[in-house]
């Protein structure tokens, strides 16, 4: 809209001029105070916001008159010893590992053993194929054959000592001699029978047996691959672990750890096998903290029964040294929701507070322990289930 104006659109009198220059003034104005209104009312502050009130959601009100259908109960007392808990795995006895070591060096060349096997004491493992037997065989024909001439020279200086023709020096140094050769031939044999070869029936190739029975947890060799403690690779070919007994590793709070003494009993509960409780005991409390989790090493030991493998995963419950105080209640008188357990308190007047606890053990007489949320003494109401029911209609 075009506001400018011409005096010249208007009549020419005074009085029209006086009346036109009057319009002109009191439209601007009105324009400016239209402008200000604008702005005065964009650049405000918002209006305040709404508050709703939120009810308590563990807060229960009944009707006056219903009150008395829910007695309260006054919490018991028992002295009872808390227990712990710790999650762990099954892992063999260190103690019970045995190696399979080739102290021949040489070749596989035939393997009668695998990974996970059930072995006997005795039974055979592996064959290798070494240089080293035949090194030592022609060590021990050197010291045969050695010794048999030392021998030879003793007896014949002993019958020339008799006969004065040699001086005791001289049968003393041939006596000499021979032990020399007999020590000599003594550990050659010896070495024959460490590298597994019979001096009568001499091979190239060493038999290697199982030191103990057991299952083989560990295996470095394959067919064709170096064995022995000289050359490269690992110098342990098997690992058999004897799981007769085993361990339980588990991994404790810093906190708990005052709650448990070496030789304790622990209760122990199998993932896999959960209607088959063990019992063991504690061998070990490591001394060193998991810096980041703040836990240590607690280690149980077990015998196995036969169903134990390595790597099972395993709840171990302790009880604890100190004997503590906790409160007991009818088991009515515990709602279990939402996995949490709760009891009603008396609020005042017709109301009742929910309060979260946490329960122990069941007791005798359809009772309930109650390790932490209220204390001995205190009035809960005595079917927690039957108010909660009335409290949501």
Excluded at 332 to 346: N, S, T
């Amino acid at each position: 809209m075009n506001l400018s104006f011409s005096l010249k659109q208007w009549p020419k009198t005074s009085l029209a001029r006086a009346l036109a220059a009057a319009f002109c003034l009191l439209l601007l104005a009105g324009l400016a105070l239209t402008g200000c209104k604008s702005k005065t009312e964009g650049d405000g502050a918002p209006p305040p916001a709404k508050v709703i009130q939120v009810n308590d959601m563990n807060l229960i009100s009944i009707d006056p008159g219903d009150v008395a259908k829910f007695p309260l109960v006054s919490a018991g007392q028992i002295d009872s010893a808390s227990e712990l808990s710790a999650t762990g795995a099954v892992l063999p006895d260190v103690s019970r590992e045995i190696p399979v070591i080739s102290l021949a060096n040489g070749r596989v060349v035939d393997i009668k053993a695998r990974l996970d096997d059930n072995v006997k004491k005795g039974q055979l493992l592996l064959k290798v194929q070494s240089p080293d037997i035949t090194n030592a065989f022609d060590s021990y024909l050197k010291a045969a054959s050695g010794e048999h001439l030392a021998n030879k020279a003793f007896i014949r200086a002993t019958d020339l000592f008799h006969h004065g023709a040699i001086s005791q020096a001289q049968l003393e140094q041939a006596e000499e001699t021979e032990k020399d050769a007999q020590a000599d031939l003594t550990a050659a044999e010896e070495q024959l029978r460490t590298l597994g070869v019979n001096k009568a029936h001499p091979t190239s190739i060493v038999n290697v047996y199982a030191p103990v029975s057991g299952v083989i947890v560990a295996q470095n060799v394959t067919n064709a691959a170096a064995a022995g403690v000289s050359l490269s690779g690992s110098a342990t070919a098997f690992t058999i672990a004897d799981l007769s007994h085993v361990w339980i590793v588990c991994d404790v709070y810093e906190n708990d750890i005052p709650k448990l003494q070496l030789g304790q009993e622990a209760r122990i509960k199998l993932n896999a096998w959960p209607d088959r409780p063990l019992t063991g005991r504690i061998g070990d409390i490591g001394p060193i903290l998991d810096p980041s989790l703040r836990t240590a090493k607690v280690r149980i030991e077990v015998a196995n029964p036969g169903f134990l493998r390595l790597g099972m995963f395993a709840t171990a419950t302790f009880t604890s040294r100190v004997k503590e105080t906790h409160a007991v209640v009818p088991a009515d008188a515990v709602l279990h929701l939402h996995d949490r357990d709760w009891v009603y308190l008396p609020a005042g007047g017709n109301q009742f507070r929910r309060t979260e606890v946490q329960a122990g053990k069941m007791l005798d007489g359809n009772r309930q322990e109650i390790l932490s949320g209220i204390a001995p003494g205190q009035r809960v109401v005595g079917n927690a289930l039957l108010l909660e029911t009335a409290g949501n209609q």
